[in-house]
């Protein structure tokens, strides 16, 4: 491969892992759990802070989509910026910011928020770029205790 179409394919794969973290905070907010699922690694790992570890695609999903996870809130809303991305080959690692508000009830001033930023490690697929892990940090929490997250500290449990 010549210079120009390393950039190019160093382009193209950069969009990919964009659209990959993208694509994770829409099917989360939007409760598709499949294609939630499929952002991962059969072997991937889901890490929240020290308080949770998560490891293969259908324990994450299932985890996620429950009345635990992000399936037990009346709505959520990601937002992810600022996306480093840092590729290798077949592999690469990303830093995203990171917002989460998760609604509790019918009542949008009744709400439980944490932000940080996302860690993950990706590998090509032939499916494309998939997260083998993602490693969320949390900074500061809002409004109601998340339910990983200590009440009295704010940090985890």
Excluded: K
């Excluded at 990601?78 to 009542?107: K, P």
């Excluded at 697929?125 to 200590?150: M, N, Q, S």
């Amino acid at each position: 491969m010549n210079e120009f179409e390393q950039q190019v394919r160093w382009l193209v794969d950069r969009a990919l892992i964009s659209d990959l973290l993208v694509e994770f905070a829409r099917a989360l907010d939007e409760r598709d759990w499949e294609a939630y699922g499929a952002t991962y690694t059969e072997d991937g790992v889901l890490e929240i802070g020290d308080a949770v570890r998560l490891e293969g695609r259908a324990v994450i999903q299932g985890a996620t989509a429950s009345e635990r996870g992000v399936g037990g809130y009346a709505g959520t809303w990601h937002g992810s910026s600022n996306h480093a991305i840092t590729i290798d080959g077949d592999t690469a690692t990303t830093r995203s910011y990171l917002h989460g508000v998760h609604l509790l009830g019918g009542s949008t001033f009744h709400h439980a928020d944490g932000s940080g930023w996302y860690d993950c490690t990706l590998r090509r697929t032939p499916e494309g770029w998939r997260f083998t892990r993602v490693r969320i940090h949390e900074v500061w929490h809002a409004g109601e205790p998340l339910p990983h997250v200590a009440p009295s500290t704010g940090l985890p449990a």
